[in-house]
């Protein structure tokens, strides 16, 4: 069975299999994130949610600006949430969040791109939200 997975406003993770919209499972992840953006337009948003193995990973500011990543099974309606220390800008749409998770298991997270340094952590271990320090 291949399974697709997509964002809806950046907080709600929505899983279905292609062979069938039967199975079409709705999963919460906060209240608040990018929806709260006024322009409500990134046509250029794409990583902000990822599969790897049986693991769905998701990443948004929320109201206060910090990056959110979440994780949670494919099967589970349950996501474990970590707010990181690091900011962005969620007024200016164009400073989304990408993630991705290499082969490994590795997270890999940029955020706040816009004429300026890159913003990158990758994951301190396979399958973890705990991510290193900002690289240069």
């Known amino acids: 069975m291949y399974k697709i997975s997509v964002v809806f406003l950046l907080f709600v993770g929505i899983s279905f ?3 069938s919209q039967e199975k079409t499972s709705i999963s919460p992840i906060a209240t608040n994130g990018w ?3 006024l322009s409500m337009r990134l046509y ?3 990583n902000a949610l990822t599969t790897f193995k049986n693991n769905q990973y998701a990443a948004y500011y929320n109201a206060d600006q910090f990056v959110v990543l979440a994780e949670r099974k494919l099967n589970s309606q349950n996501w474990e949430v970590m707010q990181k220390p ?3 800008d969620k007024t200016a749409t164009h400073k ?3 993630i991705i ?3 490994e298991g590795f997270l ?3 955020w706040g791109q816009h004429n300026n340094n890159l913003n990158y952590a990758k994951s301190v271990k396979s399958e973890s939200l705990v ?3 900002r690289k240069p």
């Open 17 to 19: 299999s292609a062979e």
């Open 35 to 37: 929806a709260t953006n």
């Open 44 to 46: 250029f948003k794409k």
């Open 86 to 88: 690091c900011k962005g």
């Open 96 to 98: 989304s969040i990408s």
């Open 101 to 103: 998770v290499d082969g």
């Open 108 to 110: 890999h997270l940029a």
């Open 131 to 133: 991510t290193g320090k």
